[in-house]
Every structure is written in C-alpha cells, then in structure tokens.
C-alpha cells in the first residue's frame, strides 16, 4: 500500500491534511482528511460582556 | 539585486495577517517584484517538507503569524527559525498571544469538552476527541498535540522584529518592506510598523480632563464620537497601548482594545491599563470605589484582551 | 518541614516602613517571611510590581501605605486604593487565590499591628500552600 501525504493543503483559509492510500494497482482504497487546527473560541468567549463578543469572534476569520 | 526570499506562515491564526498583506493593492506587485515567495501556505502550494528540505539560513525573511497552539506550530516555529535569516513575529498572535490567547483562562481538557461534546450543535454520541494518533486499518493517522498554554514566538524562539497589529495596517506593512528591502531596520529586537508613543498621541478625539466618576458600555449607552471615550466613561485602552494604526478603531466609533500592545517599556499592557484607568477615576471612599469599579465587568479580558499570553503571569491557574 | 512562604513587602517610607520599623525598635517578635522594598508612597505601586512577584516566585505580595487622609503627599494613597480595589479583580480573574495579596494601612506608630499583619498574612499563604506562578521559558532543541 503506497501513501501520498499532502501537508498542508494550500491556497485556502486554514489548516488541513489529506492522507491517501493507494492500493497495489493504484486505485485509491481510502483518503482521510484532518484539520490539525482548534481554538476554542467556542469555550474562550464563555462569560464576555455580549458587546464585546463580535470584536473577538471577528478573529475567527480574517478573510 | 537578487531577489529577497520570502516566507509567510501561519500558526494558529485566522488569516487576517495574510489579508493585510494583500491590502496593500497595487503595492503587491511591488513586493512580488522584490521577493520571490518560497512559502506561503494561503497563496501558494509549498509543502512543510520543500522548508524542510532547505539548507539553513534559506529564507530571507520569514513573516511568521498566528499564536503557538500546538505541536505543530511549535515544530514550524523552530523550523522556520532555523531555515531564516530575519524571523519576524507578525501581526498580533505572534507578538502577543492576541485572541487565540484568550483560551489561557482555560485548559485542553476544558476546551475539548466544550468543543467536542458540549455545544448544542456538536453530535458526538460516541464521545469521540482528537487524539495524536490514529491506528485505521491503512495506516497511522496523526494530529499535532494540543497544549493547554497558547504561547507567543519569542516564548520559543529568537524573534528579531515585531510587527504589532490585529492585523497590522497595511500602511505599516508596506513601510517595514521597504525597510526589509532597503535595508534601514532598526536593532534585532525591536518593534517595527508601529509608533513609539501611545494611541492617545494620534488620536483626534477632545481631550479634557479625565475624571470619572461611572463606568458606561457600549451596549446600553451611546458614545459621543468627538471626544475622548475614556472621558466618557467608556473602557478605552489607548493610554497604554502602542500608537501607529492611525486609530482606525476609535475613528470607526468604538473604543480602543489594544491591539497593538504595549507602549515601549510596558511589561505588561493589563497591569499598565488597571494603573492608567484606575488613576483617573474620581472617588476617595472604599464604597464608592467599589461601586464604579463594579461597573467594569470581566477585568481580565477587557484590560488585556490580546496579550495574555505575553503577560507576566501567561496564563489563569487553574 | 513546614512550608515557608516567600512573600514580598511593599512599603511606603513616611507610614508604613517607619511602622515596621518601630516593630524591630520595640523587639517585637513576628514571622520573617515578608521581603521588605520600601518606596516613598504605595501611590508609586505599579501593578506590574506585584505580578512580577509572583511571576518571579513570589508566594504572596503585601502593599502597605499611610491609613487614608494621612499620606505624605495628600493624595498618594487614594490612587492606591483605586489601583488596588481593580487589579484584585484582575488578579482573580487570573485565578490567584485572594489571600496572596492584601493592601494594609499601617501608620508610623502601629509597630503591634505591622507584626500583626505580618503574621496573618504569613498564616494564609501557609496554608494557601506555594503559588507556583513562575513560568520557565521553553526553548526546546529543533528536532
């Protein structure tokens, strides 16, 4: 079984990885893809004052 | 002249830094003239292994963004040092911690079990987390380790410039370019981009005396948009914050949150904004100070809402 | 053995540090654990002070200055009062349990009641256990 690796993905917003697996005739037999990436922004604005919550969850994306 | 090689990478950031850089326009071109990119994960199809593969010292400049995380922004961290003559910390994440810095009032474990199982919108009935690595019937699967502290660059590596900024102005980044590309850079260490002088020295609002007597947010009170908010009674943080973004904020009607960190010879923004604030509050009685500063909630993250990873403590002890 | 705590004392010259002065004059026997920095006013009491104690390993920060209405300089010790009242909600918020850090009026004549203090505030941090607030850097060798 051959593997190809692409780390990172590129020419997008974020973190990702895709694992592939290539069978003896070169047929894919699985792909996996992750993201090696988290905050937790979800967690971190837990008890901010509401007003200021759109100043903070702006940070999630830039683009 | 050979052409500068140029490295822009991401740790855990959220690509505002990379848009920045593409707001300066036209002026793109010209960076692109000068500097051929070597490593741009947003813009290009480099992979870690091709920085891997370069000889030490490679890259000339490395633009590096996004607050330290996990595994994998530390392993890119040393990485890129070793493989750059000029590591610079850009943008606020990098400088400081910034937002993702937040989360040092938390750990991994409360994190995940917010993240992966407590949100209403999260599906997990298996109760499945992220794990470094995972045995599936092709092959081990692996994913960085998450730390429970979110670091700034230079708690890792030898930083030698700093550009502040959530995101740094384009006006600034095209300015510290053409010190990179001419060569006029001020002693390793420094900040670049930014002013040497606080937000209230730029800053066109009336200034007159500051004596407050209550504390007012902007959810439940209107600011007037010509004088000073701190006057006001507004949480402000432009005393201690580092000027140089032509305070875009406070000229879009909102308050300074200090993005641009501390001013030079500040240790730490939060402990110097409790000095400058408190200051300037009118009350000699216990009581009354009570009552006003009852009006300031969430002290933590409003005094030092992007530099808690850069503060003298780092983190909440939990 | 026993823990003992590294507490590190700031005192104002004119009340204060004349206060714990008189102590040591009167022989007044009290724990040795507080570090004493003397400054002229606690007006002059930089928060960053107490939390570069702690960070540097401090176990707790004690900030003493004239009973209010008697500093030196008129107003000194109000801007303390102000500053201190804030950076305690900052310092919980930053989960340090409040004992660690107290602000005390101590006048040049309460040389009992410095030691007093002293020792309570020796007492809490003992039992509060050490603070562990110091945060080595890491810089790892590239792998």
Redesign the interface.
């Known amino acids: 079984?051959r593997?190809i690796s692409?780390?990172?993905i590129?020419?997008?917003?974020?973190?990702g990885k895709i694992?592939i697996?290539l069978g003896d005739d070169g047929s894919v037999?699985?792909c996996?893809f992750?993201v090696?990436?988290?905050?937790?922004f979800?967690?971190?604005?837990?008890?901010?004052?509401?007003?200021?919550v759109p100043?903070?969850v702006s940070?999630?994306?830039?683009? | 002249m050979a052409k500068l090689k140029l490295a822009s990478y991401?740790a855990?950031?959220?690509?505002?830094?990379?848009?920045?850089i593409l707001d300066t326009h036209e002026k793109i071109l010209d960076i692109a003239a000068a500097a051929d990119i070597v490593f741009w994960?947003?813009?290009?199809?480099?992979?870690?292994?091709d920085v891997e593969a370069m000889p030490d010292g490679h890259i000339d400049v490395t633009l590096f963004h996004g607050a330290v995380?996990?595994s994998?922004n530390?392993?890119l961290a040393?990485?890129l040092?070793?493989k750059s003559k000029v590591l610079v910390a850009f943008g606020t994440c990098a400088h400081l911690g910034?937002?993702?810095g937040?989360?040092n009032?938390?750990d991994r474990k409360?994190?995940f079990k917010?993240?992966y199982h407590d949100?209403q919108s999260t599906v997990n009935p298996d109760g499945v987390e992220?794990q470094t690595k995972t045995q599936?019937?092709?092959?081990e699967?692996t994913?960085?380790e998450?730390y429970d502290t979110v670091?700034p660059l230079d708690?890792?590596?030898e930083v030698d410039y700093y550009v502040p900024g959530?995101?740094p102005t384009p006006k600034q980044i095209w300015a510290v370019v053409q010190a990179i590309v001419s060569g006029q850079l001020p002693p390793k260490g420094s900040v670049v981009g930014a002013s040497e002088k606080t937000q209230c020295d730029e800053c066109k609002l009336k200034k007159n005396e500051k004596k407050i007597t209550s504390f007012k947010?902007?959810?439940t009170a209107q600011p007037e948009h010509e004088t000073c908010y701190l006057e006001q009674g507004f949480l402000c943080l432009g005393p201690v914050t580092r000027g140089g973004c032509d305070t875009r904020c406070q000229l879009s009607g909102?308050p300074c949150?200090g993005c641009y960190g501390p001013p030079p010879g500040?240790?730490?923004q939060?402990?110097?904004a409790?000095?400058a604030?408190?200051?300037v509050?009118e009350?000699?009685d216990?009581a009354e100070?009570?009552r006003i500063?009852a009006e300031?909630?969430?002290?933590?993250?409003?005094?030092?809402?992007f530099g808690i990873p850069a503060?003298?403590?780092?983190?909440?002890?939990? | 053995m026993t823990f003992e705590p590294k507490i590190m004392g700031i005192l104002c010259n004119w009340c204060s540090y004349t206060g714990a002065d008189l102590a040591g004059t009167a022989r007044i026997k009290y724990a040795p654990n507080v570090r004493v920095v003397r400054v002229m006013c606690s007006g002059r009491v930089?928060?960053?002070f107490?939390?570069?104690a702690?960070?540097e390993g401090a176990d707790g920060v004690l900030v003493a200055g004239c009973h209010?209405g008697d500093c030196h300089y008129i107003e000194g010790n109000?801007?303390t009062?102000?500053?201190m009242?804030?950076?305690k909600?900052?310092l919980?918020?930053?989960?340090?349990e409040p004992g660690r850090f107290r602000l005390e009026w101590v006048s040049a004549s309460e040389g009992d009641r410095w030691a007093k203090v002293v020792n309570q505030i020796t007492e809490e941090v003992r039992k509060l256990g050490p603070?562990?607030?110091r945060?080595p850097?890491?810089?790892?060798i590239?792998?």
């Open positions: 079984m593997r692409i780390d990172p590129t020419r997008l917003e974020g973190h694992e697996f037999s699985n996996y992750q090696p990436e988290l905050r937790g979800e967690k971190f604005v837990e008890g901010m004052p509401i007003e200021e100043r903070v940070r999630i994306c830039g683009v | 991401w855990a950031a959220c690509g505002g830094c990379d848009v920045a994960p947003i813009a290009t199809d480099f992979k870690y292994a995380r996990n994998e530390e392993h040393h990485l040092r070793a910034g937002i993702p937040l989360a009032l938390f409360a994190i917010c993240v949100t992220p599936m019937p092709e092959g699967l994913l960085p998450f670091m708690h890792l590596v959530c995101p947010r902007i959810a909102v949150r500040v240790l730490d939060g402990a110097k409790v000095s604030i408190a200051s509050i009350a000699k216990e100070i009570g500063l300031i909630p969430d002290a933590l993250r409003s005094l030092n809402r503060s003298l403590l780092r983190r909440k002890t939990l | 930089d928060p960053t107490v939390l570069k702690f960070a209010p109000y801007k009062m102000r500053r009242a804030l950076f909600k900052m919980a918020d930053y989960g340090i603070a562990k607030l945060a850097r890491r810089k790892k590239p792998a």
